[in-house]
């Protein structure tokens, strides 16, 4: 039975991810990714375009199923390794949160909905997942 996640970056981090089809959390860390499986979903929430700037992006801007194999460490130059996960992504628009706030489960009837956010991965339910990707305009018949 697969899981299904939200993971926290901004959306210049997340679009590299996608173009060469891995994902990386919390600044690289291991223990995060290990929680997660090959077939698990994955949701990139992006609440800003570029790390540290405060543009209100606050938008999904990935979405896929995570492939086979363990997490590996990368090579992003200057000696930093971070640790990732192969992912497929999914043809998807990027869409802002809040038009669903009061859809999805881990926001509706919460003023703080953003407190989830901070701990940068966490899972949802499949009806959040399923919602974000139709919102997407992915296609995730398998889920």
Do not use: C
């Amino acid at each position: 039975m697969s899981t299904f996640w939200i993971a926290v970056a901004s959306a210049e981090h997340v679009r590299i991810g996608r173009q060469d089809g891995f994902m990386q959390v919390n600044h690289g860390k291991a223990a995060p990714l290990r929680r997660i499986k090959p077939g698990d979903g994955i949701a990139y929430y992006s609440p800003s375009t570029v790390l540290g700037e405060k543009d209100g992006l606050q938008s999904f801007t990935a979405i896929g199923t995570v492939r086979q194999g363990d997490v590996y460490e990368g090579v992003m130059g200057g000696g930093f390794t971070p640790a990732r996960r192969d992912v497929d992504w999914r043809e998807a628009r990027e869409v802002p949160i809040k038009p669903l706030l009061d859809q999805l489960d881990f926001t509706a009837s919460k003023s703080n909905w953003g407190y989830q956010l901070r701990f940068g991965l966490f899972e949802i339910s499949k009806h959040d997942f399923r919602l974000i990707g139709e919102t997407m305009g992915a296609s995730l018949a398998a889920t």
